[in-house]
């Protein structure tokens, strides 16, 4: 069975930070996945935010938090994390990890396997 599990969210002001954790479990090993974090606000299309990739770890960002923010794996614990700094109110939304997912010329596609969110808030 394929479980991706995200923690982490919470509410902060503007300018802060927060850390999202996927941990995963089952058939998916963060090590040799494709894992990425996407985030859908009320109203608006889900967006592929970050993902992490490869033996030797290749990432992708998304324009809009490069810069800002930083994905990245424990093989030990297979969770991948999301390191969200200098948050603003349009990175607000529900995150998402999902596993399986690719890059190609209209930016990063969602995978397979998707875990059930975690709720970002940022007011201003």
């Known amino acids: 069975q394929v479980r991706l599990v995200e923690s982490g969210g919470g509410s902060v002001q503007a300018g802060g930070s927060l850390t999202l954790s996927c941990a995963a479990s089952?058939?998916?090993?963060?090590?040799?996945?494709?894992m990425g974090w996407f985030r859908q606000a009320p109203g608006k299309e889900r967006e592929g935010v970050a993902a992490i990739y490869g033996g030797r770890i290749i990432t992708y960002y998304t324009d809009s938090v490069k810069g800002r923010f930083t994905i990245s794996r424990d093989n030990a614990k297979n969770t991948v994390y999301l390191q969200m700094n200098s948050l603003k109110p349009e990175d607000a939304g529900m995150y998402y990890c999902t596993a399986d997912c690719w890059v190609n010329g209209a930016g990063l596609q969602g995978g397979n396997y998707w875990g059930q969110g975690t709720q970002v808030t940022v007011s201003s």
């Open positions: 089952g058939l998916i090993n963060v090590s040799t996945k494709a």
